[in-house]
């Protein structure tokens, strides 16, 4: 099956500061999408991204489809973007595979 | 609209026993799908439905049970609970027939003693 890939697994960023967040993935895909878990184990989507770019307020994600990989930008960060972020990604079958994630702790 | 519904929230059972958690969704969603959180291993596929009466196994199956009797509920079943099922457990659902635009519930914390 595929395999995701993200990195860092860990950031710790001083409010304002911006992040970027990767993930690789091991095959082609025709569903890929940026997750939030806030600390209270909330999921919440915040992007469908296949390929392209896409904004939403001081978040925007980018997939490159041909180079297996998609990056999501976080500008000018604040304590409530603190929490996990997944990237899962579905290809030929139905199944729609999560990676690790990378845990991001935004400090004051 | 309540959205993805979970029960229950916390749940301890002992090695051995079964149970069932409850997921079910008023948005007249197709997709529906169940995940345990491990923590280092993100979410784990393991059981997904296209349909009423359709399912399929995802990445980690075994132990578990499905059925889609209903577009709005998909129960899974635990059939003999072992210590390795503890996690945390999320239903996600779609409103089209692939998981594009997941809600997830909030989650069953099952612990197995």
């Not at chain 1, 997750?35 to 915040?46: A, E, M, S, T, V």
């Not at chain 2, 009797?69 to 027939?97: G, K, N, W």
Request: proline share 5%.
């Amino acid at each position: 099956g595929i395999q995701v890939e993200q990195s860092p697994p860990d950031l710790i960023l001083q409010e304002g500061a911006n992040s970027t967040l990767r993930c690789n993935f091991s095959d082609s895909v025709n569903n890929l999408q940026w997750f939030h878990q806030n600390p209270w184990g909330q999921l919440i989507n915040l992007f469908y991204i296949p390929s392209g770019t896409k904004q939403n307020g001081r978040l925007s994600a980018t997939t490159v489809a041909t180079e297996r990989y998609s990056l999501l930008y976080i500008s000018s960060s604040q304590t409530t973007d603190s929490g996990v972020y997944f990237c899962a990604v579905g290809g030929a079958t139905n199944k729609l595979i999560f990676g690790t994630g990378t845990l991001l702790a935004v400090q004051p | 609209n309540a959205g993805v519904t979970q029960t229950p929230k916390f749940q301890v059972l002992k090695t051995g026993q079964s149970m069932t958690l409850q997921c079910a969704q008023d948005m007249n969603h197709e997709y529906m799908s169940w995940y345990r959180q491990d923590p280092g291993m993100g979410l784990r596929l393991i059981h997904y439905s296209v349909g009423a009466g359709i399912t399929d196994q995802g990445e980690v199956p075994n132990g578990y049970n499905v059925s889609r009797s209903t577009t709005e509920d998909f129960p899974l079943r635990l059939l003999s609970a072992a210590p390795s099922q503890t996690s945390v457990y999320f239903c996600a659902s779609s409103p089209t027939f692939t998981p594009y635009g997941y809600t997830f519930g909030s989650g069953t914390r099952l612990t197995v003693v």
